[in-house]
């Protein structure tokens, strides 16, 4: 989410930049953010997001997931990742990309769970997951 202009905390004005934000993406890969959102919910609370975003190489999508500390280190991450796979591929795309720092452990391990190949370029590590082969179940 692009930074907002506000006091720092969860502020009305942060609240309402948050739910524009995902509004925005209401039109799916082929609206005007070309991004799909899902919440990830856990024991009916939503407790993060993963989203997938059109990219311009044909039949590829970029990843990106938030997910709150309180729900992090219970496999929630990998499995919301198992199910945007999924979903990518119904989509007809064949890869899934995405990027995060060499030092974001807990991103690392999802990626390398949903069988990412991972390099790193330019300080920052890139995930590049083929679609045309098994998917990861677990």
Known sequence: ??????????????????????????????GPTRTLMYAIVS???????????????????ETGMWLGRSARGRGLGAAALRE??????????????????????????????CGAELHEEGGKLLARMCLDSALPTH
């Open 1 to 30: 989410m692009p930074p907002v202009d506000a006091p720092a905390g969860w502020s009305l004005a942060r609240r309402d930049a948050f739910r524009e934000f995902h509004r925005a993406s209401f039109g799916g890969l082929d």
């Open 43 to 61: 024991g009916g609370e939503v407790v993060g997001m993963v989203r997938m975003t059109r990219r311009d190489e044909p039949g590829t999508v």
């Open 84 to 113: 945007l796979l999924h979903a990518a591929a119904a989509a007809g795309m064949r890869t899934v990309v995405a990027d995060t720092t060499p030092d974001n452990a807990g991103a690392i391990s999802v990626l390398r769970k």
